[in-house]
């Protein structure tokens, strides 16, 4: 007789009648003091405290040339925008976001893996880790729509079934970030409560949320709380800076009305020891090229 495989517990209750906060059961920094990596210890102490760390020159600016030009092509090949891993910008109808980069293009394979990039999520996560997601975002001038606040874990818990906040991201920037065409806010220090948000997960969510988000979004009340408490933290730098980022920081940017567009790309690093279940607050999976379902280690 076989009985049925026990249900991970749900740490993070969230998409249900009511908003919840709940404390973080999880630690942020993972790794034994002392660990070696491209982190030096105090840095790591920072990110612990504040759930991210921001890098002045991460790429050079040749490879940062590299890197754009491969972006560029991407973006502009019409076979890869009619490919359902391309996010259509609803405005202008450009392509704003390629999902899975690093199986597409061996260019962004190659940044994957790359030791300054790999290295330090191995450094906070304390283990081997595989890519949950990775994406280039575009965000070009004269009115590319920014995206609300929110915690990425909350989606990833609730839609890809990430069990523990084990998972870390960072964003390259491939242009320069100003303070004025839409970059990244992060409130420092939030990443030490959840916001379980009201309200069900809609069927095929992710079709629209990765245009605009709706479902998993804290209320007004809740985010000047933590505004109050934490303050916001506004990121600007060079092309080839790079902001690293706890997976429940809150965080969101606004729209850019600039000329100057802002690019960067994506990678979400998740611990080979916090593999994904079943959705805790969803009807069905978000498909595999933007939740991971291959936990291959980043060798």
């Known amino acids: 007789m076989t009985t049925a495989p026990e249900r991970t517990a749900d740490l993070y209750p969230t998409r249900g009648t009511n908003e919840v906060i709940t404390p973080r059961k999880d630690p942020v920094v993972w790794s034994q003091p002392g660990t070696a990596g491209p982190f030096a210890p105090s840095e790591l102490s920072d990110f612990e405290r504040d759930g991210f760390f921001a890098i002045g020159e991460l790429l050079t600016a040749d490879e940062v040339a590299v890197y754009r030009a491969e972006l560029d092509r991407l973006v502009l090949d019409p076979t890869m925008r009619a490919d359902p891993r391309s996010i ?46 990775s994406r280039i975002n575009v965000k070009p001038g004269f009115g590319a729509s920014g995206f609300y606040w929110h915690s990425d874990f909350e989606t990833w818990h609730a839609e890809d079934g990430l069990p523990n906040m084990r998972t870390v991201s960072v964003s390259i920037a491939l242009t320069e970030n100003y303070d004025t065409n839409g970059g ?74 600039t000329p100057y567009p802002r690019s960067n790309v994506f990678i979400v690093f998740n611990s080979v020891d916090n593999e994904a279940v079943e959705p805790f607050a969803a009807p069905i999976r978000r498909p595999e090229y933007i939740g991971a379902r291959d936990f291959t280690p980043v060798r």
């Open 88 to 133: 259509v910008e609803k405005k202008s109808q450009s392509v704003r976001s390629v999902f899975e980069v690093h199986k597409i293009s061996e260019v962004f394979a190659k940044l994957v893996s790359d030791p300054r990039v790999v290295g330090r999520a191995r450094q906070i996560l304390g283990s081997d880790v595989y890519v949950h997601q």
């Open 184 to 257: 990244l806010m992060i409130m420092p220090g939030s990443h030490q409560h959840f916001v379980g948000c009201e309200g069900a997960t809609p069927k095929d969510n992710y079709k629209r949320s990765l245009q605009m988000q709706d479902a998993g979004i804290p209320s007004d009340e809740v985010l000047t709380k933590m505004a109050d408490k934490h303050g916001i933290r506004l990121f600007t730098g060079k092309a080839g800076s790079a902001t690293w980022f706890d997976c429940n920081a809150m965080h969101g940017s606004g729209d850019n009305i």
